[in-house]
Nanobody
Framework: QVQLVESGGGLVQAGGSLRLSCTVS????????MGWFRQAPGKEREFVAA????????NYADSVKGRFTISRDSAKNTVFLQMNSLKPEDTAVYYC????????????????????WGQGTQVTVAS
């Protein structure tokens, strides 16, 4: 059974930083596109970032480019989202997600392309 468990959320002042972690268990780690999404109250879930199979190809939403960085530690089966220069509009529940391997190494931005999800972690940025 595949499980994704996020951690690292919290309350931070505007301009601050947080690092989210997502640990994957129940299957091999390499060979799957990993993504981060977020959902604010009353809004749809939106794409934040994705990381390709090799760990070097990335895709970011325009709203986070230059501020957020997605990376991984294969030895720890963990994907990270480093968030810098946080803004109040970054406040949301952040979800880790994974595509199934059959979908290939395409860094898709739609949530329907992701088959496995974590439970989410709250990030609140105070102004």
């Amino acid at each position: 059974q595949v499980q994704l468990v996020e951690s690292g959320g919290g309350l931070v002042q505007a301009g601050g930083s947080l690092r989210l972690s997502c640990t994957v268990s129940g299957r091999a780690f390499n060979g799957y596109v990993m993504g981060w999404f977020r959902q604010a109250p009353g809004k749809e879930r939106e794409f934040v970032a994705a990381l390709g199979w090799g760990g070097s190809s990335t895709n970011y939403a325009d709203s986070v480019k230059g501020r957020f960085t997605i990376s991984r530690d294969s030895a720890k089966n963990t994907v990270f989202l480093q968030m810098n220069s946080l803004k109040p509009e970054d406040t949301a529940v952040y979800y880790c997600a994974s595509q199934s391997q059959y979908r290939g190494n395409y860094l898709r931005t739609g949530p329907l392309a992701y088959d496995y999800w974590g439970q989410g972690t709250q990030v609140t940025v105070a102004s």
